[in-house]
């Protein structure tokens, strides 16, 4: 019952001071042991020796353990944190060697690798000037007749790598035979003003067969079906050469763009029932939110897309 009381801690004050004491004595007797041990030696005839707790075999071993635990001396603590430093001084000076043979590694290898590729890429320039100087540049550049073209298409082109001496210097290939291309006439629709200057050819066809960029629908309608700047219409070149004269990305992305428009343009005329060059008029008024208008790749690209609209209702 005293112990329910004293573990509940419902206990009066005097069973409260009875556990304490009774915890106490189990403290002491640990104490009191290990005093016996060192005391025994030094007063061996003391009538407490008799008792037989101090005869039993755990005893003598339990004694011998205290006296050489005694025995030791312990070193004080500022002692021993002197011992030590050496130790971590050695470990923190280890891996400062070790993270600084990493660095080096890493950096051996960096370096190593921008030597390799400064080397390729310098190999890399030095044939393909080589290339060039020796002739052997793409096909379509070398077939360009040197009389046709002039020096600043040259310096325009190809600047400091080939010049007018390098190419007009050797025998010219056999000229091509010119288009026979008909005057351009303009279609029904604004006036157009274009440049009605040759431009050089190379395969039989122009170097520059589309024009970069277009201000109004009339110059893409003029372009795809009679010509502008010179050159023979779209129509006529895919008549004459397929597709071949579509000879890089820029040209092929130009008439994607042309062609969704004229395309656009005889559909919405078809559907009203009006001459296409009545659409292509509409189609260079119309205007942005802000009040400008909107350029013909600005409107190919409103007419594609995932949120395409049609030309129906831009006009």
Known sequence: MYALGYASGQGSDLDQSGDQFVKLLLELRVVLLQDSALLMPRFPKLPLWKHPVFSHDDWSRFAEQVREAEAREEEPEHVLLARTQPLVASEIAALNRNLSGLVQHGTTVVSDAVKDLKSY??????????????????QRLLLVPPEAVKESFLNESFGDILSTTALTSRSPPARRPALDVPPATVAPGPSLESNTQARPV??????????????????????????????????????????????????????????????????????????????????????????????????????????????????
């Open 121 to 138: 890429l310098v190999a890399a320039i030095n044939a393909l000037t080589q290339q060039i100087a020796q002739n052997q540049a793409p």
């Open 202 to 315: 190379a395969e039989g066809w122009p170097i520059d067969p589309i024009t970069p960029s277009m201000k109004s629908m009339a110059e893409v309608w003029q372009e795809w079906h009679h010509g502008l700047g010179g050159n023979p219409s779209v129509v006529e070149l895919d008549k004459r050469f397929g597709n071949k004269w579509r000879y890089n990305s820029k040209i092929r992305q130009r008439c994607s763009i042309r062609k969704r428009l004229v395309m656009a343009a005889k559909e919405e005329a078809s559907r009203r029932g009006v001459p296409v060059e009545d659409v292509i008029s509409m189609m260079d008024k119309i205007k942005a939110s802000d009040g400008h208008r909107l350029s013909p790749d600005k409107i190919s690209r409103l007419l594609s897309g995932s949120n395409k609209q049609s030309l129906s209702s831009l006009l």
